[in-house]
């Protein structure tokens, strides 16, 4: 299982490829072993997106989770203009 988390005092979403998450709303999916999944961050107007943190990912662009066990990632948002 792939987990999400949003932290931060900002707002925005994040949304996989292949799809099953989009975290808003749906922040945990299931995901055959082997499958690379993608996750992408948008910060809502009034926020930034200022990084990942866990499942082997870190920095502002996008995460690429390998699903070899179950992993937990924690996307953040701050609050800001771009």
Do not use: K, Q
């Not at 082997?34 to 200022?50: E, I, K, R, W, Y």
């Amino acid at each position: 299982m792939l987990t999400v988390t949003l932290a931060g005092h900002g707002s925005g979403m994040v949304s996989s490829a292949p799809a099953g998450i989009t975290c808003g709303n749906d922040c945990a999916a299931v995901y055959d072993l082997g499958t690379v999944v993608t996750l992408t961050a948008a910060a809502n107007a009034d926020s930034v997106f200022s990084g990942w943190s866990g499942g082997d990912c870190d920095g502002a662009g996008t995460c690429e989770v390998t699903m070899d066990r179950a992993r937990a990632v924690t996307a953040r948002f701050n609050v800001g203009a771009p």
